[in-house]
């Protein structure tokens, strides 16, 4: 009996793209990675400014506590280096300009109670630090990214306009939902514990931060605080 040759299939075809199908498949690759990358900066900055916000509502619960414990007086917003007068309120942390960089490297500026009015209210150096803004002082990172405006509890005028009224006691604040009290300020300008503002001039000194995908966090008078 004679048997049939087997019939061969014949080989299929290997399936292989194109090299516009393989542009059109990596193209779209980087688009996805490029908006979830997107995506994540966001998100990461969200979350940056939720703990900025936090922090300054803490430092706003502690602005409003001190005139009740100090006659109605609000707290100082600033401190010269080397000024020793017994008369000179405590501010409420301590810092100076940018030839003295210690200020902006040492946590008992912040939470020593020699120095700073808050370190009472406020026992954790972390609180001053926004995590979004990476200031370096000599290679270091620094210790604090906010300040407080220059017209709050000002005893001396650092860069006050005397024609613009300064507070002193917090009866002195009127419609206090509209007066800011202390920022996130932009990581080039971070020095002094007081924001100086030109009222004159209409102009920022220390300009506030806006890394928070474009915007800025304050804390206001009546105790709230916004982006």
Known sequence: MRTSPAIKTPPRPIAAMTLVELT?????????????????ARAKSSAERTSCLNNQKQMITAWSAFPVDNDDNLVANHRWQGRTEDDLPKPWVY???????????????????SYAAFAQYIPDPKVYKCP????????????????????MGAYEPIGTDTNFYHFKTLADVLTPDQRFVTADINRAFICFTAMIVYMQADAWHHPPAFHHNGAGTFSFADGHVES
């Open 132 to 151: 979004g803004n990476e200031i370096k002082v000599e290679g270091v990172e620094a210790i604090r990214s906010y300040a407080m405006n220059n017209y």
């Open 24 to 40: 059109v498949v990596i193209g779209i690759v980087g688009v996805l990675a490029a908006l979830l990358l997107t995506s994540f």
């Open 95 to 113: 810092g100076h300009g940018h030839p003295l960089a210690a200020t902006m490297k040492n946590v008992d500026y912040l939470v020593d109670s």
